[in-house]
């Protein structure tokens, strides 16, 4: 990959191991907004190699969502390391992968006999329940949301609208896209978005053959969208009428992240199949579905990963459970996200057209201009690249959206300051600071 520029402004250590990646890593893994070198982090904060501090405003696109390197997952894990008993759950079984899966089971609503698959990344939890719902059902077809981001392999990239559109896979032939209700760009014949998101689900369900619909509870990758109250209330009902499961991926914004444990609790439903991952091993490989016994026990060895349940991550998604709960984390996360929200507001800039969000996930949505509201997709390019010049890490989804998902733990200073900073950064964005140049190697997605 050509050496970006950029690197010259960083820390020279930072920058010769960004060029050391650069020059060994493979391109095809790297979504890259600015020239990040780390060396260490602690709660909301991200040490550069030099040790410049930046306040974590993604959590690592909300991966390590209790922080980085908490006291409590530490010790976990070194405990689980020290006397591991195996290293994966798929020829023996052990305390830590059968105690994980009922403890989620116990967290998650839901009737009947229930399996949980365990995994390494959201990606194959979407994958393995998108193949599971087609195989058992025996129907073929699937819906699925435009600009949704449901994995980066399989069959869950390419019922990822964001990665269908960006050419980066084949859309599925039997996969269905239709469009996510966003209040803030409603359809442009004036129709309201929910109904014109169920008219689309239904006629695709009425024709019939349709195993499943997966559905983000907020459309994360896509923009940060938060669809209208009751949104999946009505989906629900859609796929309770025409026998179609209902699949909720809560990989980027659950547990614990929208003030709430589950976002899909928002409007109550009770999904047949929830997907979970990063928070769930706070940096540590492991993912979730968990659904109907007939769907997860059928056929045997269909979905096999070798560490797959190993006994390390299962034992640090059990501790991120308990520290979710224990440490009051959901309460925090809606008292948190308030006061980013509040922030963000108070600061009236002409060039923010939205600002949207369950507790600690949210979109801040920039525009040319409020009377057009066009997004602006190169003014959120130079934003997040100046905020990281200034202190804040800050990633931006859905073209012109930054995305505000810091660690659950992170402090009321931390939000304060890091709001100031990203304020300073559209400023000195909206002046120019920051070269087209220097933002074309820093392309993200
Ligand atoms: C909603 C959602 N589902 C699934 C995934 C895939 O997770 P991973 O990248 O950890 O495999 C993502 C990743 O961003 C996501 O946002």
Not at 281 to 287: A, V
Request: glycine content about 12%; some cysteine.
């Amino acid at each position: 990959m050509k050496e970006p520029l950029g690197l010259d402004s960083i820390a020279p250590g930072a920058a010769a191991l960004y060029r050391r990646d650069l020059a060994v890593v493979a391109g095809i893994e790297k979504l890259r907004f600015f020239p990040l070198a780390l060396e260490s982090g602690h709660g909301s904060t991200l040490v550069e190699v030099g040790g410049r501090e930046l306040i974590d405003l993604t959590a690592t696109w909300t991966a390590a969502g209790l922080g980085h390197g908490h006291p409590r997952i530490v010790e976990a894990m070194t405990k689980a390391a020290k006397t591991p008993p195996g290293a994966g759950g798929l020829s023996a079984v052990h305390h830590e992968s059968v105690g994980l899966a009922e403890e989620l089971l116990a967290i998650v609503p839901g009737t009947g006999d229930r399996r949980v698959y365990l995994g390494h990344a959201g990606s194959d939890a979407c994958d393995v329940a998108l193949r599971a719902v087609r195989f058992n059902s025996g129907k073929h077809k699937l819906v699925v949301f435009s600009n949704s981001y449901h994995g980066g392999i399989g069959l869950a990239m390419a019922a990822s609208g964001v990665h269908v559109d960006a050419g980066a896979v084949v859309a599925d032939s039997d996969t269905a896209f239709v469009d996510y209700p966003n209040p803030f760009r409603p359809p442009t014949d004036g129709t309201d978005p929910l109904v014109a998101t169920y008219s689309q689900v239904e006629a695709l369900f009425a024709v019939g053959d349709v195993a499943a619909i997966m559905v983000e509870p907020m459309l994360a990758d896509g923009g940060m969208v938060v669809p209208p109250p009751g949104f999946l209330k009505g989906i629900e009902t859609l796929c309770r009428r025409y026998g179609v499961l209902l699949c909720v991926d809560e990989v980027k914004v659950g547990l614990g992240r929208p003030g709430m444990m589950h976002a899909f609790e928002i409007d109550g439903v009770i999904p047949d199949i929830v997907c979970f991952g990063k928070v769930l091993g706070n940096g540590l490989p492991i993912s979730a579905a968990i659904g109907p016994a007939e769907i997860f026990d059928g056929p045997a060895a269909a979905a096999l990963l070798t560490t797959a349940g190993n006994p390390i991550c299962s034992a640090v998604a059990r501790e991120v459970l308990k520290v979710i709960q224990e440490e009051d984390l959901v309460r925090r996360s809606a008292r948190a996200g308030e006061r980013i929200r509040a922030g963000f507001t108070s600061l009236n800039h002409p060039r923010i057209g939205d600002i949207r969000g369950h507790g600690l996930a949210n979109g801040i949505e920039l525009v040319t201009d409020k009377e057009s509201n066009t997004p602006d997709g190169a003014l959120a390019s130079a934003v997040v690249y100046r905020a990281f010049e200034l202190g804040v890490c800050v990633y931006r989804v859905g073209g012109n959206v930054l995305e505000v998902t810091p660690p659950l733990v992170i402090t009321d200073q931390e939000i304060d300051r890091s709001i100031e900073i990203v304020n300073q950064a559209i400023i000195d964005a909206v002046a120019g600071k920051v070269s087209p140049e220097v933002l074309a190697g820093y392309a993200g997605w």
